[in-house]
């Protein structure tokens, strides 16, 4: 029987390839092994006309049921179905992906007898219900808090879908956190240390590579570039090795096995075995019983054939942890730390030519690389859970966040490099008469005018009371969340009504590169700017003075209070500035003010 020792929080690296889940139990992190003694569990669901299987079972099955065996998506996750990664991607599946609502890539299998459509939430749900059983087998206890980690350039809307597939799989998720910090964490590097720390988390995995770096300063950690290769990883190398052994065996019994998917499924399961084996020995064999036509194969392969056989893919790998760098702007002698991530960052040409651009340096890998991730995930998660007392790493916003305001101005809300989460309130109003609702339009960048930076969301708030301009008290409230999730909401402080967006940025989130460009951007034009921003601050003063003048007008000429010839002239004077305006949409700022001087003079009497 489960036995209720304490609510235990876990940690999931939930992978493309593969999953880890870890725990803080005896002072220290474990690994949690499956039920195989595997610590690492394939990422993969299996529909067959009975059962549904998960992890090492659905990979047992794989060659006999590969269009219903689900895998990879992680790819799939927060995106749609136009996707130009999901319809490459879609070409590369034998299972089946097709439209669903509002545009969501669905997974059609047939379980148990019937076609079914399952969203990517739905299947890592399936996974995540794995890796807790896998925790709570271990643990003999129910097991419901957890940290999940996601890649760094996740965007809020693949982050959220991350989070619904744990709430799928019934887990309170505590927190999302990003791979490389999880990683960071690992080593121990948010420790309250005097300046910064830049680390290089290199994590090369089963199908993608991902090197990141971040900065650590007391605690607060930023993701200051990215990069990598969305198809790049140990399914590769494992390719490599599998033609490698196609034409051996071709050659030798003179036949071509070359389109038979069966025998290559188990050709590749070995030729990944070899390889794994590879990385602690020199040399290792093939063996495989009557592969093709009753023929067996059988070849030894030396590490030193194997490096040579991916020789370009580790190059490849180089050159976009020199790009990585070059985007964060710092040379090679500023990284501290190089940590090692990732299953196969585990191969040791790998390990030698990273250490040999790091020019010698000492490579992080006292924690196995497959497992840091989930390792760091772990930690956080028992330090939330008050298991350990722990300093936690805050991640900050990149870019600042605000809305446009009158002529297109931004106007901050969120200034960049604020720790999240952030709760940031700023206050608007009307710019015309009886104006009953407002637009707001959320944006993300450095630059004065909201053109210039990248739109996030935009939404209204109804219902505004008519009055006059400048009278209503609109609040904007923006939250980001622990996770870098951005809500707004405007409330009219008057009556209380309230609307409300979550941003979900469906464009690709603006990479490191692009943010950086932003911000080198918003230096050079700072000056140019501040006088675009001047001018139009200038052309909106004279708009709104002109709309106020107008209403004290009519409410003078009904009190009475005015006699009709200054009435007609202010109104003559008004009017004239007004079509002014219209044909002069660029005039200096100085134009604008003397506008604006010269019908304050004329309005005296009904200020
Ligand atoms: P993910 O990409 O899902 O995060 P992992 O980080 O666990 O997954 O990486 C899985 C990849 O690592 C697989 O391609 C696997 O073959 C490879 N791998 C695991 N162990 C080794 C090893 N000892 N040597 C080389 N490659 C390995
Ligand atoms: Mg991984």
Same mark, same amino acid.
């Given at each position: 029987?489960?036995?209720?020792?304490?609510?235990?929080?876990?940690?999931?690296?939930?992978?493309? =390839?593969? %999953?880890?889940?870890?725990?803080?139990?005896?002072?220290?992190?474990?690994?949690?092994?499956?039920?195989?003694?595997?610590?690492?569990?394939?990422?993969?669901?299996?529909? =067959?006309?009975?059962?549904?299987?998960?992890?090492?079972?659905?990979?047992?099955?794989?060659?006999?049921?590969?269009?219903?065996?689900?895998?990879?998506?992680?790819?799939?996750?927060?995106?749609?179905?136009?996707?130009?990664?999901?319809?490459?991607?879609?070409?590369?599946?034998?299972?089946?992906?097709?439209?669903?609502?509002?545009?969501?890539?669905?997974?059609?299998?047939?379980?148990?007898?019937?076609?079914?459509?399952?969203?990517?939430?739905?299947?890592?749900?399936?996974?995540?219900?794995?890796?807790?059983?896998?925790?709570?087998?271990?643990?003999?206890?129910?097991?419901?808090?957890?940290?999940?980690?996601?890649?760094?350039?996740?965007?809020?809307?693949?982050?959220?879908?991350?989070?619904?597939?744990?709430?799928?799989?019934?887990?309170?998720? @505590?927190?999302?956190?990003?791979?490389?910090?999880?990683?960071?964490?690992?080593?121990?590097?948010?420790?309250?240390?005097?300046?910064?720390?830049?680390?290089?988390?290199?994590? *090369?995995?089963?199908?993608?590579?991902?090197?990141?770096?971040?900065?650590?300063?007391?605690?607060?950690?930023?993701?200051?570039?990215?990069?990598?290769?969305?198809?790049?990883?140990?399914?590769?190398?494992?390719?490599?090795?599998?033609?490698?052994?196609?034409?051996?065996?071709?050659?030798?019994?003179?036949?071509?096995?070359?389109?038979?998917?069966?025998?290559?499924?188990?050709?590749?399961?070995?030729?990944?075995?070899?390889?794994?084996?590879?990385?602690?020995?020199?040399?290792?064999?093939?063996?495989?019983?009557?592969?093709?036509?009753?023929?067996?194969?059988?070849?030894?392969?030396?590490?030193?054939?194997?490096?040579?056989?991916?020789?370009? *893919?580790?190059?490849?790998?180089?050159?976009?942890?020199?790009?990585?760098?070059?985007?964060?702007?710092?040379?090679?002698?500023?990284?501290?730390?190089?940590?090692?991530?990732?299953?196969?960052?585990?191969?040791?040409?790998?390990?030698?030519?990273?250490?040999?651009?790091?020019?010698?340096?000492?490579?992080?890998?006292?924690?196995?690389?497959?497992?840091? $991730?989930?390792?760091?995930?772990?930690?956080?998660?028992?330090?939330?859970?008050?298991?350990?007392?722990?300093?936690?790493?805050?991640?900050?916003?990149?870019?600042?966040?605000? $809305?446009?305001?009158?002529?297109?101005?931004?106007?901050?809300?969120?200034?960049?490099?604020?720790?999240?989460?952030?709760?940031?309130?700023?206050?608007?109003?009307?710019?015309?008469?009886?104006?009953?609702?407002?637009?707001?339009?959320?944006?993300?960048?450095?630059?004065?005018?909201?053109?210039?930076?990248?739109?996030?969301?935009?939404?209204?708030?109804?219902?505004?009371?008519?009055?006059?301009?400048?009278?209503?008290?609109?609040?904007?409230?923006?939250?980001?969340?622990?996770?870098?999730?951005?809500?707004?909401?405007?409330?009219?402080?008057?009556?209380?009504?309230?609307?409300?967006?979550?941003?979900?940025?469906?464009?690709?989130?603006? %990479?490191?590169?692009?943010?950086?460009? @932003?911000?080198?951007?918003?230096?050079?034009?700072?000056?140019?700017?501040?006088?675009?921003?001047?001018?139009? *601050?200038?052309?909106?003063?004279?708009?709104?003075?002109?709309?106020?003048?107008?209403?004290?007008?009519?409410?003078?000429? %009904?009190?009475?209070?005015?006699?009709?010839?200054?009435?007609?002239?202010?109104?003559?004077?008004?009017?004239?500035?007004?079509?002014?305006?219209?044909?002069?949409?660029?005039?200096?700022?100085?134009?604008?003010?003397?506008?604006?001087?010269?019908?304050?003079?004329?309005?005296?009497?009904?200020?």
């Amino acid at each position: 029987m489960a036995r209720k020792v304490k609510d235990k929080a876990i940690g999931i690296d939930l992978g493309t =390839t593969y %999953s880890c889940v870890g725990v803080w139990q005896h002072d220290r992190i474990e690994i949690i092994a499956n039920d195989q003694g595997n610590r690492t569990t394939p990422s993969m669901v299996a529909f =067959t006309p009975d059962e549904r299987l998960v992890g090492e079972a659905a990979n047992f099955q794989i060659s006999t049921n590969p269009t219903h065996t689900v895998y990879d998506v992680k790819r799939l996750i927060g995106r749609r179905y136009n996707d130009p990664l999901v319809q490459s991607d879609k070409q590369l599946w034998p299972f089946t992906i097709i439209p669903g609502k509002n545009e969501k890539p669905m997974i059609e299998v047939t379980y148990k007898g019937e076609k079914k459509p399952f969203a990517a939430e739905e299947i890592s749900s399936m996974v995540l219900v794995k890796m807790k059983m896998i925790a709570e087998q271990y643990l003999q206890c129910g097991v419901k808090k957890a940290v999940i980690t996601v890649p760094a350039y996740f965007n809020d809307s693949q982050k959220r879908a991350t989070k619904d597939a744990g709430k799928i799989a019934g887990l309170d998720v @505590m927190r999302i956190i990003n791979e490389p910090t999880a990683a960071a964490i690992t080593y121990g590097f948010d420790a309250l240390e005097e300046g910064t720390r830049n680390i290089l988390v290199f994590d *090369l995995g089963g199908g993608t590579f991902d090197v990141s770096i971040v900065t650590v300063e007391r605690g607060k950690v930023e993701v200051k570039a990215v990069g990598g290769d969305m198809h790049l990883g140990g399914g590769d190398f494992d390719n490599r090795v599998l033609n490698y052994c196609v034409q051996l065996f071709n050659k030798k019994y003179k036949v071509d096995m070359g389109r038979n998917p069966k025998v290559l499924r188990r050709l590749r399961s070995e030729c990944e075995r070899a390889k794994r084996s590879l990385s602690s020995a020199v040399e290792t064999v093939i063996d495989i019983d009557s592969l093709y036509e009753g023929q067996d194969f059988h070849t030894k392969i030396r590490r030193a054939k194997f490096e040579e056989l991916n020789a370009d *893919l580790f190059d490849k790998c180089m050159q976009l942890v020199k790009q990585c760098l070059q985007d964060s702007k710092l040379s090679k002698h500023q990284i501290n730390d190089i940590v090692l991530v990732g299953g196969s960052s585990r191969i040791p040409k790998v390990q030698e030519l990273l250490s040999q651009f790091f020019e010698g340096k000492e490579l992080c890998k006292s924690v196995n690389p497959d497992e840091a $991730v989930a390792y760091g995930a772990a930690l956080q998660a028992a330090v939330l859970n008050k298991e350990i007392i722990h300093l936690v790493l805050m991640d900050v916003t990149p870019l600042s966040l605000g $809305v446009a305001v009158s002529n297109g101005v931004m106007s901050v809300v969120v200034p960049r490099n604020t720790p999240i989460p952030t709760l940031k309130e700023k206050y608007f109003t009307t710019k015309y008469d009886n104006q009953t609702s407002v637009n707001i339009s959320i944006y993300e960048g450095e630059r004065a005018l909201v053109a210039h930076n990248n739109l996030l969301g935009e939404f209204v708030l109804h219902g505004i009371p008519p009055a006059r301009c400048g009278v209503p008290n609109i609040r904007e409230c923006f939250l980001v969340d622990v996770e870098g999730i951005l809500t707004v909401s405007a409330q009219d402080v008057g009556t209380g009504r309230i609307n409300r967006i979550t941003v979900t940025n469906e464009r690709e989130r603006l %990479s490191k590169v692009e943010i950086d460009r @932003m911000v080198a951007d918003a230096k050079i034009f700072r000056k140019e700017d501040e006088e675009m921003a001047k001018k139009h *601050l200038a052309k909106n003063t004279l708009e709104c003075y002109i709309c106020n003048m107008k209403s004290r007008l009519m409410e003078a000429k %009904s009190r009475g209070t005015i006699q009709t010839r200054v009435a007609d002239d202010i109104s003559g004077a008004l009017n004239m500035v007004e079509e002014w305006l219209d044909e002069n949409d660029n005039a200096t700022i100085e134009k604008f003010e003397a506008k604006l001087n010269e019908l304050s003079l004329k309005c005296k009497c009904l200020t």
